[in-house]
């Protein structure tokens, strides 16, 4: 990593600047993440308490316990759903802020 006082008070030379570029590549930021709603859902449901809920809805479905297979999706749902809700909401905020940030600046 390169510490400001590895540069020379007068500034670097271009090949120093090419040598750093080739090196440590631009200065940019990273690109912003998307917001896979699919993925997020999958993690979700990846819990393994949900995981439980899911098997014994399946049981109960395979039982004709439907209310009973009811009852835990809806848990489910209610479980996931504001979770999602919460993250997606949190992204496109984040992706408004990231659009105010100013994207260059001015080097001595």
Excluded: C
Excluded at 67 to 76: K, N, P, Q
């Amino acid at each position: 990593m390169v510490r400001p006082s590895d540069t020379p008070e007068g500034g670097l030379s271009s090949e120093d600047a090419a040598a750093r570029l080739r090196q440590w590549g631009p200065n940019e930021l990273a690109p912003p993440l998307r917001f896979e709603a699919l993925r997020h859902i999958a993690r979700q449901l990846a819990n393994p308490l949900v995981l439980i809920l899911l098997a014994a809805s399946g049981v109960s479905a395979a039982f004709g316990q439907v209310g009973s297979a009811t009852v835990i999706a809806l848990m489910i749902i209610l479980s996931v759903g504001p979770n999602f809700t919460q993250a997606y909401r949190s992204q496109k905020a984040a992706e408004r802020l990231r659009a105010q940030v100013a994207r260059w600046s001015a080097v001595i």
